[in-house]
């Protein structure tokens, strides 16, 4: 049995990788076959699909651990309404992955990455800061989701302690008075 969990787990991070590597030189989720990622993995398309439906589940399975991975960090923070903080390992979190992060944002395609990320967001705040759920505080997620774009797909390298400041001020006001 672990023999079997081993080699499937050995198969799916081989997929994993070519699909990461496939990224680097892609510009878009698109512009990459099934194909491509066995080719690159070196293995046939009944061992993907044995695996994964399709490009589009495999892609829900590196958000699902990119996200995982956000949350697992962000659980560490002992006071939910420590803004500075867990603003801070937001932007270094979505800074260092930024070169996965920006393909998604650019992705016109019919995989729904900014629903899952919404929805991720939304549950940090509804969850965590015990909140009603409220237009505010979805106005609020997409305007997260809109700051995460233009971190990711920015240019520049931003300030980041001046982001986390102006982020964690913004917060600070929009969530205090949501909560009043």
């Known amino acids: 049995m672990n023999q079997t969990d081993r080699r499937v787990r050995k198969t799916k991070q081989a997929i994993r990788t070519s699909l990461e590597h496939l990224l680097q030189t892609k510009t878009s989720l698109e512009e990459i076959s099934v194909t491509e990622i066995c080719d690159t993995a070196d293995i046939g398309r009944k061992t993907f699909y044995s695996h994964y439906t399709d490009k589009y589940a495999l892609m829900d399975d590196f958000l699902d651990a990119y996200l995982a991975e956000l949350r697992i960090t962000c659980t560490n923070i002992t006071d939910p309404h420590d803004f500075a903080q867990k603003t801070s390992i937001w932007v270094t979190f979505f800074w260092d992955h930024r070169r996965f992060f920006r393909l998604l944002f650019a992705d016109q395609g019919p995989y729904q990455f900014r629903q899952k990320l919404f929805d991720f967001t939304y549950e940090q ?46 917060l600070h006001v929009n969530l205090t008075a949501i909560q009043d």
Do not use: M, Y
């Open 125 to 170: 705040f509804i969850e965590k800061l015990k909140l009603k759920p409220t237009t505010a505080v979805r106005f609020i997620c997409h305007g997260i989701d809109g700051l995460i774009n233009d971190l990711v797909t920015s240019e520049t390298t931003p300030n980041q302690e001046q982001l986390v400041q102006a982020i964690t001020n913004l």
